[in-house]
């Protein structure tokens, strides 16, 4: 099993799609890299050596920003827009959405699930 940038690879699935695995990188950054380094992407991940994973790994830890850095430079990029107190940064602090969809209805991830009803009345126990 391969072990990248602190994530376990899938042992049975192509190169290219095993990469993905690894926050902050999609199939095309996937490609992209495997192109630089000029490995076969339809390669089992299994059957990588290990001086293949070593040019893997220095690759992504010098040219991009993966995992653990880019998740704290996401959310100090909110952080500023909230500090700021720019629309978007009102909108992450209240929990709506922030790119301009409709909140009247549609809305249920950001907002949560449905609340009661003020001034529905309940059932009478028995």
Known sequence: MAR???VDLPKNKR???GLTYIYGIGISKSIQILKKLEINPDI???NLSDEQIISIRNILNNEYQIEGDLKRLESLNIKRLMDISSY???RHRSGL???GQRTRTNARTRRGT?????GKKKAPRK
């Open 15 to 17: 190169l290219e799609i």
């Open 4 to 6: 990248i940038a602190g």
């Open 114 to 118: 449905k609340k009661t009803i003020a």
């Open 44 to 46: 089992i991940i299994k």
């Open 97 to 99: 959405p922030i790119r």
């Open 88 to 90: 978007r940064g009102r």
